[in-house]
């Protein structure tokens, strides 16, 4: 595995337990740096992936996208296809260790030629790229 997605995956892992304490900015979603973002559906055009993972203390868990087709110590349940929806309910602004911030959403994935969605939360710069604007 590539370093950069070591890193990638420490990042989402790192942010889902500083989103699950109370690190976050909360709800940005109506912040006008997000208008672009939140409250919108975009069709992927690109394979996303969703994951379960729990933390190692077994507390913490939850759904999470990425672009990654795998990640360690995270259960893959399914593959989300090109030309499947992504709706971002929320935004919320995380810090990380770099003092800045990253943009967390969450919402529903809705892979192609399905009536049924998931809920999830990702990192927005990792699944970005995936999304037709």
Same mark, same amino acid.
């Given at each position: 595995?590539?370093?950069?997605?070591?890193?990638?995956?420490?990042?989402?892992?790192?942010?889902?337990?500083?989103?699950?304490?109370?690190?976050?900015?909360?709800?940005?979603?109506?912040?006008?740096?997000?208008?672009?973002?939140?409250?919108?559906?975009?069709?992927?055009?690109?394979?996303?992936?969703y994951? $379960?993972?729990? $933390?190692?203390?077994?507390?913490?868990?939850?759904?999470?996208?990425?672009?990654?087709?795998?990640?360690?110590?995270?259960?893959?349940k399914?593959?989300?296809?090109?030309?499947? $929806?992504?709706?971002?309910?929320?935004?919320?602004?995380?810090?990380?260790?770099?003092?800045? =911030?990253?943009?967390m959403?969450?919402?529903?994935?809705?892979?192609?030629?399905?009536?049924?969605?998931?809920?999830?939360m990702? =990192?927005?710069?990792?699944?970005?790229?995936?999304?037709?604007?």
């Amino acid at each position: 595995m590539k370093i950069r997605n070591l890193k990638l995956i420490a990042i989402v892992f790192g942010l889902f337990i500083i989103a699950s304490c109370t690190g976050q900015k909360g709800d940005m979603t109506k912040d006008p740096k997000y208008a672009d973002i939140a409250n919108n559906i975009f069709i992927t055009n690109g394979p996303l992936f969703y994951y $379960h993972y729990t $933390h190692s203390d077994g507390g913490k868990s939850g759904y999470f996208l990425s672009r990654e087709s795998s990640v360690p110590n995270a259960e893959l349940k399914a593959e989300i296809p090109a030309g499947s $929806h992504v709706k971002i309910s929320k935004v919320f602004e995380v810090p990380n260790k770099e003092g800045g =911030v990253k943009a967390m959403v969450e919402g529903d994935v809705i892979p192609d030629g399905s009536k049924e969605g998931f809920k999830y939360m990702a =990192v927005y710069n990792d699944i970005e790229p995936a999304l037709k604007k």
